[in-house]
Structure formats: C-alpha cells, structure tokens
C-alpha cells in the first residue's frame, strides 16, 4: 500500500528515487491509485513553491520540481486518462501561457496529459497577445482554448483574449478554459470563460466533454 502523505513530501523534498519509485509501484497493479498519486505530487508542488517563497529553494529548484513533476505525469498519465474515461476523440486544440506570463511548467504538464488523451494541441508556446490567440483559432478553425497562468497579472491578459474573441464575433464559436495559481471561480466568472481547473486531469475531462459536444 503506498504512502501517499511520503509521496507527497518525496515530491517536496525534490526526492527523484523515491517519487519514481513510488509512482512505479502505482503502476505495478494497473495504476488504479494513479488519481491519488497524482494529487500528492500536485501537494508536493505546493511544497515546493512554499519553500521557493521563503528562500529555502531557488529557481533552479523550480525548474527541477517542474522536471520530476513531468516526469511523474508521464508515468501515470496512461492509468490516468483509461480512468477517466470517454472516447478517445481527435480533437485540435489551442494551448498557451498568456500575455505577460512567461512560465510554461504547468502548461507542458497539462499539453502531456491533453496528448496522451488524444488531443491534437497546438501550443503557441508563452507569453502569447490575444490577438495571436484569436488569429491561429481563426485560421486552424479550432473551437477549445486552454489558457494558462500563474501570475496575477495573468487573470487580466486571459479577460482581454476573452474580449478579443468577443470583438472579432468568434465567443460563441469557442470554448474556453483557464487554468494557473490565481484562478478562482470568481475569477473565471469576471474574465468570461466556460471553465476553470487547477488539475490536469480535470482538463482533459473538462476538453473532452466540450469534444465530443463539438
């Protein structure tokens, strides 16, 4: 039986063996756990922003909390998606750290579990304008946009990519979800999207509801 509360402090502690051991023997039985595993790892990353925040861990050591992090998805991400079901359906999909945001660790861990569910995701990488958003949904006709962010400013820059689809007469062909530390349902209801979620997998589900709707 593992020890999800160890597992969370391994991933706090920066502790690569034991994470991969553990998350190894998650899988061993078919990764039934992998949900659980998955959220004591995301409490692991609370740890280590906690301790980046005090000056205990510095940016290389965010840059390795977000290295084992994907490295963790990548090993459970197939139990996760089987568990969560639904049809496997091709679908394009925009994804993007927004205008003023240069971090990307959350976002290439949800594009990992986007793809192993079988999304075709277009990501336009950091720091993108809305207006560069709206362009490429336009010309690669795509309908779901995952926005992400985690500074605060970030909740700006996703209301006005939001506005800019409603300008350019597009809001009613798109759906839109937000994701990042300073998202709150408050907040997705003041910047106008569809959906909100601070777990990857919640992404996945969220996106794949909207596909098979499209």
């Known amino acids: 039986m593992i020890n999800f509360e160890e597992l969370t402090q391994a991933m706090g502690n920066l502790d690569e063996d034991t994470v991969n051991k553990m998350l190894n023997q998650v899988m061993s039985d078919g990764g039934t756990e992998a949900a659980r595993a998955m959220e004591a790892c995301q409490k692991g990353m609370d740890i280590v922003g906690s301790l980046y925040e005090s000056g205990e861990y510095f ?3 965010l840059i390795y909390a977000g290295e084992l992090m994907t490295s963790a998805v990548g090993i459970l991400k197939d139990a996760l998606v089987a568990n969560e079901g639904g049809t496997g359906k091709k679908t394009r999909m925009i994804l ?3 205008e003023g945001d240069l971090h990307d660790i959350g976002k290439n861990i949800v594009r ?3 793809e192993a569910g079988g ?3 277009l990501d336009l990488g950091i720091d993108v304008p809305p207006a560069e958003i709206v362009r490429q949904a336009r010309e690669n006709n795509i309908r779901i946009i995952a926005l992400s962010g ?3 400013l970030a909740l700006d820059a996703m209301k006005a990519t939001e506005e ?3 300008e ?3 809001r009613d062909k798109v759906k839109i979800i937000i994701g990042g530390a300073p998202v709150t349902e408050a907040a997705c209801k003041n910047i106008g999207a569809d959906a909100w979620t ?3 997998q919640g992404t996945v589900q969220i996106c794949r509801e909207w596909a098979e709707a499209l």
Request: hydrophobic share 45%; proline share 4%; with cysteine.
């Open 150 to 152: 985690v500074l605060t």
């Open 198 to 200: 601070h777990s990857p």
């Open 168 to 170: 350019e007469g597009m």
């Open 119 to 121: 999304f075709d995701v």
């Open 112 to 114: 990992a579990m986007l």
């Open 164 to 166: 800019q689809f409603r």
């Open 59 to 61: 940016v290389g050591d």
């Open 96 to 98: 993007c750290t927004v």
